[in-house]
């Protein structure tokens, strides 16, 4: 029987060749410009080679002030599309298929301008206290989300992200920890979602290609947002025509969390099946064995590895090995791959 990490997973008209998805991770690497640089064409496109089913690229800034640092990608500029689509090529050469997270920082922006954020409240002591958005502010974001999609739509990204999670702006929004405004974009649960909301919205108007969402699905801090909050969340996203929930958690205050193996699958698995919604584990996966215990008794869908593709970029060649699969080697690599 073939394992299901190897099976293909088909989102509206896209085919994953398999289950494994890198999951995006700040590399802090761009110019102050945002641009795509030869360290982004390199690290990607080695997990393309790799053989990973589908590679979502770093925290991607809709608008400059709106950057964790100095240092990060940014598509709120249409000369940002020809290195991005450099690097979609090049992906799509090596059969990987590619998506971007389009990200706003919020109040944890690292920058020499003061960061934005729902309400006036910084993350801690080492952070600007944020100044709290306009409503006019709050639909230029919007907007920004909106034209990044269409950016990210010509440079021929297979799947855009929307993060809502580790205690950026969006998630800032959503947790009554961070948003205590008392308009339309405060006060109640119906009320916090209303910017991710809206964003969903704006986005679909640029975008009808695949869409997930980055939500971390506990603030592991009392009168915080938990995987509770989050089903209702769910639905609603669902019901926007959202596709896949990328579960991650934590990062918007700081906290003591107990990270062990697979500690987040738990709330993919309660989103997915109370939700009625397709899911996406990550945390600490490591090895094919617990990749393939999370498929096969239908906790997610797809498998997010990070630090595990830092360490090994062929990872899918590692697992299908453990697995019993064979998969694609290119052919400059066969040689190591023989054991004889």
């Not at 002030?65 to 500029?77: E, H, N, P, T, V």
């Not at 997915?272 to 997610?300: D, P, Y």
Request: charged share 25%; aromatic share 8%.
């Amino acid at each position: 029987m073939q394992s299901k990490l190897f099976t293909p997973y088909k989102i509206k008209d896209l085919t994953l060749k398999n289950r494994i998805v890198m999951a995006p991770m700040c590399m802090y690497s761009s110019d102050e410009n945002g641009h795509v640089n030869d360290w982004h064409l390199t690290h990607y496109t080695s997990r393309a080679i790799g053989q990973v089913g589908l590679i979502i690229i770093e925290a991607t800034a809709v608008n400059p002030k709106g950057r964790i640092s100095a240092s990060d990608l940014g598509i709120w500029s249409d000369e940002h599309i020809e290195g991005l689509k450099k690097l979609t090529t090049l992906n799509h050469k090596y059969q990987s298929k590619i998506g971007i997270q389009l990200a706003h920082a919020g109040r944890k922006a690292q920058l020499k301008t003061q960061p934005l954020a729902p309400s006036a409240i910084p993350f801690n002591e080492e952070y600007q206290t944020p100044q709290e958005l306009t409503i006019e502010e709050i639909k230029q974001t919007i907007h920004d989300f909106k034209q990044a999609a269409r950016r990210a739509k010509e440079a021929n990204f297979d799947v855009i992200e929307i993060h809502a999670a580790h205690g950026y702006l969006i998630h800032e929004f959503l947790s009554p920890l961070s948003n205590q405004r008392k308009d339309q974009y405060g006060g109640s649960e119906e009320n916090r979602y209303r910017l991710l909301h809206e964003v969903i919205e704006g986005v679909k108007e640029e975008w009808t290609g695949p869409l997930f969402v980055r939500i971390s699905a506990n603030d592991f801090t009392e009168g915080g947002n938990t995987p509770d909050t989050y089903v209702p969340y769910a639905e609603k996203m669902k019901a926007q025509g959202v596709d896949l929930i990328d579960v991650s958690s934590g990062a918007l205050v700081p906290a003591q969390i107990d990270a062990f193996p697979g500690y987040q699958v738990p709330y993919a698995d309660q989103i997915k099946n109370e939700a009625s919604v397709a899911t996406g584990a990550v945390g600490l996966i490591t090895h094919a064995l617990q990749a393939e215990e999370i498929l096969k008794n239908n906790r997610a869908d797809l498998i997010f590895i990070a630090r595990e593709l830092l360490r090994d970029p062929y990872w899918p060649k590692t697992a299908a090995i453990t697995l019993g699969e064979t998969i694609d080697t290119p052919v400059q690599y066969e040689r190591g791959w023989r054991f004889k």
